[in-house]
């Protein structure tokens, strides 16, 4: 018609199909186009519970980006500071920081970046992490300049603030549930912690062989809350017996996984995280878990190779919290007796890789013990 064109959306590509650091990607692209001096974005994430600051991703093509860093906040003066003032930070020399002691700060001069500028990500008020603009020139982030960069900022900050925000909100409707049905299940909140940390150290441990990058170590940390999640559909009886299972309630057990796959592609598919870049891994770690490398688990009888990495990292974190924690038909088992029988089930029932993996980090484990301990009643 007269008087209408069509336009060319310079940013089309984020409506697509496409995981988020792909879109990290274009984003940097897009601004390397318009302003020549921003050579590296980074976000990292900040976890409440440990104050955790860990890389999360990263648009940089050089060969020895920052990976499997995490720093707690309250050490990090400069980053707390912002994130207190609720406000961005310019360093337009970052030879201010050439005498600092954090690893981040050492890998930055290493790289030969010169400034950066350093966004806060609120939701709601709330802290979620950091963005980081770096340049290998300095005095480059000017304030003019830094009114365009804002947008693209909050640009980042909400495709990373709704995806991650999307699986948290599944996973905690998954734990209410688990409550709603009257609190029975032996697996406890501080259970699912540790899992989730012991899961981290193994993956981060891993990452050099297996090339996980950080984006696959924190969709571990956060799915794995959700590996028994079949549970909800077993009943008391068999879920708390503290005498040995028959051969039916045994196989009423092993049916949870397959019970918890079905609920993870209706919730899968009601949250519509189709889409999501590492939601497969979701659904291997609750169906395969139970898989053992000589193809005696349960419920496909798959072996070696063949369970996905996310299942087998799961497997080793979950059972030596079990082997760790008082259930109602054992008492705890101290760390030297069950990181003996860890390597008793490597290469027969436990991927051997994650085995060492988890036993490299036992002062990590400790930590994560004591800060998730079990509440007493009373």
């Known amino acids: 018609m007269i008087g209408m064109e069509e336009y060319e959306d310079t940013l089309s590509e984020l409506n697509k199909n496409k995981p988020l650091s792909e879109k990290i990607r274009f984003i940097h692209a897009v601004l390397k186009d318009r302003l020549g001096f921003i050579d590296r974005i980074a976000v990292a994430t900040y976890e409440a519970k440990t104050d955790l600051v860990k890389t999360f991703l990263h648009s940089s093509e050089e060969g020895h980006p920052l990976a499997r860093y995490q720093a707690k906040l309250a050490d990090a003066g400069s980053l707390r500071e912002i994130v207190h003032r609720g406000r961005p930070r310019v360093v337009n020399d970052l030879a201010i920081f050439s005498r600092g002691e954090h690893s981040h700060t050492r890998y930055i001069a290493a790289q030969g970046y010169e400034s950066s500028y350093t966004l806060p990500i609120f939701l709601n008020g709330l802290f979620f992490g950091f963005i980081f603009f770096n340049s290998y020139q300095k005095n480059c982030f000017q304030v003019d300049i830094l009114r365009d960069l804002d947008v693209f900022g909050h640009l980042i900050s909400s495709l990373i603030t709704n995806e991650l925000t999307t699986i948290r909100m599944m996973i905690s409707t998954v734990q209410s549930a688990r409550h709603v049905t009257a609190f029975r299940d032996t697996e406890t909140g501080a259970h699912i912690d540790r899992v989730s940390h012991y899961a981290r150290i193994i993956a981060k441990e891993l990452a050099p062989k297996q090339g996980f990058r950080d984006e696959f170590i924190e969709y571990i940390f956060l799915f794995a809350p959700l590996h028994d999640v079949g549970k909800i559909g077993l009943p008391d009886a068999v879920l708390k017996k503290k005498e040995g299972l028959t051969r039916e309630e045994f196989e009423e057990i092993k049916s949870h996984v397959l019970k918890g796959r079905q609920i993870i592609d209706s919730l899968i598919q009601d949250f519509g995280l189709d889409a999501f870049q590492h939601v497969k891994m979701l659904s291997n770690i609750v169906e395969f878990h ?10 496909r009888g798959i072996r070696g190779d063949q369970i996905p990495i996310e299942a087998r990292i799961i497997a080793v974190a979950d059972i ?34 994650c085995v060492e993996a988890l036993l490299s980090g036992r002062a ?15």
Do not use: V
């Open 290 to 299: 139970h898989e053992a490398i000589d193809g005696s688990g349960y419920a």
């Open 320 to 353: 030596f919290d079990a082997l760790t924690s008082r259930r109602p038909y054992k008492e705890s088992w101290t760390n030297d007796q069950a990181f003996s029988m860890l390597q008793k089930l490597a290469g027969l029932k436990l991927d051997g890789e």
């Open 364 to 378: 990590a484990i400790e930590e994560i013990q004591t800060r998730f301990k079990e509440q007493t009643p009373g």
